[in-house]
């Protein structure tokens, strides 16, 4: 089951399990800058991928296991970014203020590939 909401003219979809229980919800690319730069030292590096592929980019684990790799099959500007899940349950700050970074240069790039979609 699938509920919509509109907010500044943008939908996003929460997805609920049988029970009516919010299984996760898709945050917009704002949304997602915004929760990287005010929580960076309360983001896990599983939430970190999330957040990513939900807005289409690749994560992969790098050679280590600790070091992850992203890029976006669509934005042939972007070589890709990296971080770290080495440091505890948490990330080291700089790496979630880092990636909102990245997304905010890449803003226009990644909002043209969700009209497509």
């Known amino acids: 089951m699938t509920r919509e909401r509109h907010q500044d003219s943008i939908t996003k979809i929460d997805l609920f399990d049988t029970t009516g229980g919010v ?8 949304e997602v800058v915004k929760r990287l730069s005010e929580s960076s030292t309360n983001i896990s590096c599983e939430e ?10 690749k994560v992969r684990k790098g050679k280590n296991g600790n070091h992850h790799t992203f890029s976006h099959p669509e934005i042939s500007s972007f070589h890709g970014g990296n971080y770290d899940c080495g440091h505890g349950s948490k990330m080291k700050p700089v790496y979630p ?8 240069r890449l803003e226009d790039d990644i909002e043209g590939n969700d009209d497509k979609a």
């Open 97 to 104: 203020r880092n990636v909102a970074a990245i997304l905010n």
């Open 23 to 30: 299984i996760m919800a898709k945050l917009t690319l704002k």
């Open 48 to 57: 970190m991928r999330k957040l990513l592929e939900d807005l289409g980019f």
